[in-house]
């Protein structure tokens, strides 16, 4: 299946309007069988709600959730981000959590809900840092391997949080052949087996300022990837310059960096700047804060970079660059030609790139040179880059689960040379899946052909009534003074909205706000 839709919005929205756009695609839902087993996974309106409430931030949300539908995908019209998560359906939301380390939890397969909050609770907890009233989460204490919170026996030397981006929590049995080091990880851990992230929107930037800081969206102010500033009509990274003034909470590595007088060693690294940014927290850019080591992957120079106001680069991958791998398969790969440092992420190659990054961090760090507990924070990005290009059941998404999973057996075993005498406690996760393969071509749309098919119907041959409509953040902001010409109120436009096949849910601002005491 091709969208060939892009760049002809007006014939797509007809499309929509038609129900009929030619005849359907041969594609299955997923090339290998894969898939919803029976259709369309239950989530409910009011589970929708919730989440939403969770991720509601003053200011920084729209006016209407549009939530796509289970079976469909609105993305932006670009060839690199066919597949788009955001939702709340379960290969959206639906993440793997490994609590791994000998003398710190006890292996085990653990029904008990938990969720990305949760994570970061259980670092704090680990920390012996007490819980900080804004905290949502909590410690997944049922794991220890002594019970006594805060005993000895449970403090480990080194602390290690690996976010593996995208990566499905199916993947653990669907490509298990694929992944020989996350299986035995898995087989030797504490495995959370109900972990689901439980806010809205499912990505990146919100998804590791959850696991940073314990606590909802709602109260760390990142609510996506990109936020629009209805003053300058203008949106912007919510990391914006890898820098970390929007985040409203402060991160473990914070207080773990004040708590210590800033001796700990705490090294985070991500594929691109908005994670990294998340997971080493605010570092020297708040009142007595100390620079951590951050490195992101910078697309537009091929090499590692940080944002010296707050961070500090570490030396041992300052001097390295993509370049030498590229230049090996003459930046070709599995028949695609990889034209920029940007393209070039969404290979096999990237996972090689970061993993390489990680083992040389770790070994150029302080880990374990002292009895303060030290932290490694790793966003590790290949995944997400590949399958929003190719699929998550796709032969270059394959490829790339087996390259990540090689260097995943390397870094953890770099960590463990480095823990030190109280060991090393390994927590692995993802911060979001990705959908399926719609099951036609009318279900898979973008943005601006949803902005299209509604103002066809509430404003045909007028400006129409979006203001803004784009990204994985779901939010939809509306004209107002248009609206109000046309003598709308949000709410039409929501149940408009919800007769669009490609949109699962449109909840408006008000009916999130009215479910806000559900919240936890
Ligand atoms: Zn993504």
New binding site residues.
Partial sequence: MRRTRVGAVALAGAVLIGGCGGPPSASSRDGDGSGEAGGRPEIGREQVVEALARGRFPGRVGDIAVIPDSRAIITYPSESNRYM?GGPWPFDSDVPLLLHGPGTFRPGVYDAPASHQDIGATVTELLGLPPWGGATGRPLREAFASDAAGDEAVRPGLIAVLVL??LRSDYLERKADLLPNLSRLAGESARFANTRVDYLPT??STAHSTIATATDPAIHGIVGNGLYDRRTGESKLAYEGAAPYNLMALTFADRWSVATGGRAEIVAQAGTDYPAVALAGHGACILGGHPPWMAYYDSGSGAWRTNEDCYRLPAAIAALHFDPWLDAVDRTWMGHELDSYGEARRSSLFSAFEGEAAVALIEGSAFGEDDIADLFLANLKSP?YVS?KYGPFSPEMDATLAELDGWLGRIVAALEAKAGAGGLALIVTADHGMPDTPASDDLWVTYGDVTAWLNERVDPGGPGVVAYFEG?ENQMFLDHARLEALGLAPDDIARTLEESPAVGFAITADEVRQALPARR
């Fill in positions: 998560h981006d995208a990505n990146t997400d929003h994985s």
